[in-house]
């Protein structure tokens, strides 16, 4: 893709276009039919109170995000259930753009609280939610969402962390304005660089296996003593760290 070249970001409301996005889900994640997110779905989302975001290259829809209603202990919220980019256009922002098009949406609704869950493997996915969008993470699910189709997932427990983002406070204006906090760790979790050839092959499927074990034990005690995911970073081998302290924002719940 030129770099150049103008991607159009804007909601979504007709049939055709709830059925590309089944079709990128196909392209993106090679779901097969069991795991795959039909277009009634997709309906129902943006008729109820949802969101249902597309980027375009021209006429053509590249990504997509999909967000349904929620509510928890007394609050209302957005559980932005997909998020994702042709292989082709990644690298270029996408991502970011359609999250930050869901938190002016969400915000011109009323809305303070955006959230969604991502895998604590993925470096990439973790820097983009914590560092550069300012969310938050303080519980932890195993195997989500059960036994997952994609090869991306590679044959692993499809673990979630749950990202908070708390679109009015100070921490995630800090962190779209590119100044990330820099608050203290109490407890660092570190992701291997090599997570990602581990899972591709089936050689290195027991390392996976074992680090995602390792890791979960390490949030989920975390969390139990009050911690939270409060930044991220990588080195320069692309190892990550969630880096874990108490987060002391009055917009907790």
């Keep these: 893709m030129n770099e150049e070249k ?3 970001i804007r909601a979504v409301h007709d049939l055709a276009s709830f059925d590309r996005c089944v079709d990128l889900q196909l392209a993106i994640w090679n779901y097969s039919e069991g795991d795959l997110i039909p277009r009634r779905v997709f309906l129902v989302a943006e008729r109820i109170g949802g969101q249902v975001l597309g980027a375009f290259d021209g006429d053509t829809m590249i990504a997509f995000t999909m967000g349904l209603p929620g509510y928890r202990n007394g609050h209302a919220y957005l559980h932005s259930h997909m998020l994702g980019v042709l292989p ?3 690298n270029y922002g996408i991502g970011r753009r359609l999250k930050l098009a869901q938190r002016e949406e969400a915000l011109a609704r009323g809305f303070d609280l955006i959230e969604w869950t991502f895998d604590p493997l993925e470096i990439k996915n973790a820097y983009l939610n914590i560092t550069r969008l300012g969310a938050i993470s303080r519980r932890y699910k195993d195997d989500f969402y059960g036994p997952s189709s994609s090869p991306l997932q590679g044959g692993l427990p499809t673990d979630r962390l749950y990202a908070e983002w708390w679109l009015r406070s100070k921490r995630v204006e800090n962190a779209l304005a590119g100044q990330p906090a820099l608050q203290a760790a109490d407890e660092i979790v570190t992701v291997p660089a090599e997570i990602y050839a581990w899972k591709a092959s089936e050689a290195g499927r027991d390392q996976a296996r074992e680090a995602q074990t390792r890791n979960r034990e390490a949030l989920k005690k ?6 939270s995911v409060v930044g991220y970073d990588r080195d320069p081998d692309g190892a990550g760290h969630f880096r874990l302290a108490r987060w002391n924002e009055d917009l907790q719940y």
Excluded at 222 to 227: D, Q
Aim: hydrophobic share 35%; glycine share 8%; aromatic share 16%.
């Design 222 to 227: 975390a969390f139990s003593e009050g911690l």
């Design 88 to 90: 082709e256009y990644r």
């Design 6 to 8: 103008k991607i159009e």
